[in-house]
């Protein structure tokens, strides 16, 4: 399993199974649930997608990366859940260009370990 599968498993998680509770009538509000706005709405989980793309390239060890892992442990921070970060080596290819050429046609893209 990768690092984003890893992810994806634990959003999908989070946004169906893990939402704010509900209070039955008349009862008090459960204690742990957040106040205020719902934070797997629509326009929230947009804001939240917008956030995460204005980091940039998310290679593995970039500062893209490094930024978004700490926005991702703040916001799940915020909406009450226990998060702990680990740090591991892992090879990262800093490379400035990486092109597929055939013919006339190019296509600019990444280099993905394990590089040869």
Known sequence: ???????????A?????????QATPGASAPTGVMEGPDPFAAGLLMADVEKYVSFGTHRSGSPGDVATSDWF??????LRYA??????????ADTTLARI???AQELDGFAQPPLV
Do not use: H
């Open 13 to 21: 998680l989070a946004a169906v199974g893990c939402g704010p509770q």
């Open 101 to 103: 050429e055939a013919g």
């Open 73 to 78: 442990s703040q916001r799940w921070s915020q």
């Open 83 to 92: 998060v702990e970060q680990s740090e591991f080596p892992i090879p990262n």
């Open 1 to 11: 399993m990768n690092r984003r599968e890893i992810l994806a498993g634990a959003t």
